[in-house]
T-cell receptor
Framework: ETGVTQSPTHLIKTRGQQVTLRCSSQ?????VSWYQQALGQGPQFIFQ???????GRGNFPPRFSGLQFPNYSSELNVNALELDDSALYLC????????????FGPGTRLLVL | GDSVTQMEGPVTLSEEAFLTINCTYT??????LFWYVQYPGEGLQLLLK?????DKGSNKGFEATYRKETTSFHLEKGSVQVSDSAVYFC???????????FGAGTRLFVKA
């Protein structure tokens, strides 16, 4: 097991609602990335945060936004939920200075009805 | 843009059979290459990695060699076990995972 934790583990929302997912990075890690994994597919990069700033973004609309806090934990917010947002959301953390590999959390499974 | 092509699954093998999962990629620059494994209901775990040409990553009996000339990183294991049943993802990217591109995944079933 890695030291990356995510909450909640499962979530059900309805179309048009907003959702916040949380990620606690492994101790000593200062960078968090978020990924969306649709059923039967590989994860897709949403964005990355480093020292509380967005450090890069994949091909996702602005209604996907995030935050990183001083303790390096992170939130993913999704507004105006659509049915296609149903997926497993993964976060991963690492420490830039250590140039090591990212470690993934167990994910939050979101179902939009 | 960058992309990854993985062998389509599912792959079904008997215990102790030899495993190969093919992976080829296109990428700008000189990426590191990773194989991740996802067990049912879980997140991703790093299985092995290679950071430069001709490097061989290995872990738990799995191996993959970074072939720059063929832009490939095929995963192999000499003798699979039932516990290896999972989905395997090939992924070129930088060490920290910035904009890591994942393949679609290859599901492996190992029968006793």
């Amino acid at each position: 097991e890695t030291g990356v934790t995510q909450s909640p583990t499962h979530l059900i929302k309805t179309r048009g609602q907003q959702v916040t997912l949380r990620c606690s990075s492994q101790s000593g890690h200062n960078t968090v990335s978020w990924y969306q994994q649709a059923l039967g597919q590989g994860p897709q990069f949403i964005f990355q945060y480093y020292r509380e700033e967005e450090n890069g973004r994949g091909n996702f609309p602005p209604r996907f936004s995030g935050l990183q806090f001083p303790n390096y934990s992170s939130e993913l917010n999704v507004n105006a939920l659509e049915l296609d947002d149903s997926a497993l959301y993964l976060c991963a953390s690492y420490r830039v200075e250590a140039k090591e590999t990212q470690y993934f959390g167990p994910g939050t499974r979101l179902l939009v009805l | 843009g960058d992309s990854v092509t993985q062998m389509e699954g599912p792959v079904t093998l008997s215990e102790e059979a030899f495993l190969t999962i093919n992976c080829t990629y296109t990428a700008t620059g000189y990426p590191s290459l990773f194989w991740y494994v996802q067990y049912p209901g879980e997140g991703l775990q790093l299985l092995l990695k290679a950071t430069k040409a001709d490097d061989k990553g290995s872990n738990k009996g799995f191996e993959a060699t970074y072939r720059k000339e063929t832009t490939s990183f095929h995963l192999e294991k000499g003798s699979v076990q039932v516990s290896d049943s999972a989905v395997y993802f090939c992924a070129p990217g930088n060490t920290g995972g910035f904009k890591t591109i994942f393949g679609a995944g290859t599901r492996l079933f190992v029968k006793a």
